[in-house]
């Protein structure tokens, strides 16, 4: 059972930060590809950002340079965290997993079997 639980949402004013945390076993972020996607109202789900077993990470290029997506295995956590946030950049977020295989990139989202329930962030302009 692959359960991962999303944190950190709120709301913040256009150019402020906030970082969303992920949950899941040891194993899952150890080994398993972990991904943010996110969801604005009245659009569609969109993969936001990636990184694989080794660490090799991978952004959109609607957050390259302001999201950073890490992970602290002895903590059993993902983490994304979001500067210079935009009123675009408001969405529920999601984090997803995907069991080891030769890819690991947010641009396929049905790669992804592995969700969470999705954290809110809004931001205000």
């Known amino acids: 059972q692959v359960q991962l639980v999303e944190s950190g949402g709120g709301s913040v004013q256009a150019g402020g930060s906030l970082t969303l945390s992920c949950t899941a076993s040891?194993?899952?972020?150890?080994?398993?590809?972990m991904s943010w996607f996110r969801q604005a109202p009245g659009k569609e789900r969109e993969g936001v950002s990636s990184?694989?077993?080794?660490?090799?990470?991978s952004y959109a290029d609607s957050v390259k340079g302001r999201f950073t997506i890490s992970k602290d295995n002895a903590k059993n956590t993902l983490y994304l965290q979001m500067d210079s946030l935009e009123a675009e950049d408001t969405a529920l977020y999601y984090c997803?997993?995907?069991?080891?295989?030769?890819?690991?990139?947010?641009?396929?989202?049905?790669?992804?079997?592995?969700w969470g329930q999705g954290t809110q962030v809004t931001v205000s302009s």
């Open positions: 997803a997993a995907d069991s080891p295989s030769r890819r690991c990139t947010w641009y396929y989202e049905t790669d992804f079997g592995y």
């Open positions: 040891a194993y899952i972020i150890s080994t398993y590809c």
């Open positions: 990184i694989d077993s080794n660490g090799s990470t």
